[in-house]
């Protein structure tokens, strides 16, 4: 029976170095990665068969079609091998109807599979309060006037709207039920600095070419977050108008031009696309910019304590469940 092993987040989770520095090294791992062609980017291209990137449904048809190429590049590259890893943080994201969609369209793959697959998930969790500002701190970017009080609002929002995303302890009570305990991989990215962090993956995913005491001491040394000046403060972005241009098409086009129809014409008006609304973007944001751009946020006890009212339940069932102690580690 063949492992199909699926990293599958979070976001701001180490779900780069993973891909970068652990799951490229290994035979078998389609998705994700810079240098990884695009149609062996299985992980991405599963997400175009799911409600992701604005689409609110699972397409069947273009599932059953992953499912014939996965099987193909198997049988054709990797015939020897009896597991296959993809990554891709984003498969964790919710849709407007569903809050944990990766998980119904994991359980679809099983079924519509042709041969016998045994599906495996490895999820990663950060302390929310880190993790949201983390995620501002990225997004800032796109953020005309970032603020202390925009950040406050942002997390604010994010958390009434999106307190799903947040709640750990169902994330993993709904993957075992789904998967089974036994094929779910629980971490914790503060842990990334112990040895059995990298041991647990290299056991559970069957990875080869890894040292866990080499990778927990990389770890140790890397600066938590590039964006954080210390455990508080965390320096932000300049505006990027092209990305902000390249998110705004991407969203309509996944919606309405699917990428398996006439791909070199739609690269190339996607392309165009992006730039002209860059040009008008940035012609708007140079207009409405006013006095100097705030260059750093503070996570202070203010937001911290908002934070841990809306997550420490959650939390408090997770150590339940891991059968230890996390709050030593940021988490509410």
């Known amino acids: 029976m063949l492992d199909l092993v699926f990293h599958i987040g979070m976001p701001k989770c180490g779900s780069t170095t993973l891909q970068r520095e652990v799951f490229y090294n290994e035979r078998g791992y389609l998705g994700t990665h810079p240098n990884l062609p695009p149609d062996k980017n299985f992980a991405k291209s599963l997400q175009r068969c799911g409600p992701y990137g604005g689409r609110q449904t699972l397409s069947l048809k273009s599932l059953q079609n992953w499912i014939d190429d996965l099987e193909e590049i198997h049988s054709k590259d990797f015939s020897d ?21 990766v998980i119904d369209l994991l359980k679809h793959l099983s079924i519509k599979s ?57 994330w993993v009570e709904e993957l075992y039920s789904a998967f089974s305990a036994k094929n779910v991989c629980v971490l914790l990215l503060e842990e990334a600095s112990s040895e059995r962090f990298w041991a647990e993956i290299k056991s559970f995913a069957d990875i080869h070419h890894i040292d866990p005491k080499a990778m927990a001491f990389r770890s140790e040394e890397r600066t ?9 403060t965390w320096k932000l972005q300049g505006y990027d108008a092209s990305y902000v241009a390249k998110v705004k098409v991407d969203k309509v086009m996944n919606l309405l031009w699917p990428h398996r129809v006439l791909k070199s014409q ?23 910019f006013s006095g100097q751009r705030t260059k750093e946020i503070e996570l202070d006890d203010d937001l911290r304590e ?23 580690l940021g988490y509410p």
């Open 114 to 170: 042709k041969h016998p697959i045994n599906i495996k998930v490895i999820v990663v969790f950060r302390n929310q309060p880190e993790r949201l500002a983390s995620g501002y701190a990225q997004d800032s970017n796109t953020i005309k006037q970032p603020s202390q009080q925009n950040f406050r609002a942002a997390v604010e929002k994010k958390l009434q709207r999106y307190s799903h995303v947040f709640d750990y302890a169902t």
């Open 266 to 288: 739609r690269a190339t008006f996607r392309s165009s696309l992006i730039t002209k609304i860059g040009w008008g973007v940035e012609s708007l944001s140079s207009q409405s």
């Open 224 to 232: 938590r977050n590039k964006r954080s000046t210390d455990h508080t």
């Open 81 to 101: 091998e009896k597991r296959l890893i993809l990554s891709s943080e984003m498969l964790s994201a919710s849709s407007k109807l569903q809050k944990r969609p």
């Open 306 to 328: 908002i934070i841990a009212n809306r997550t420490s339940s959650s939390n408090r069932r997770l150590e339940e469940i891991l059968g230890r102690e996390i709050r030593s």
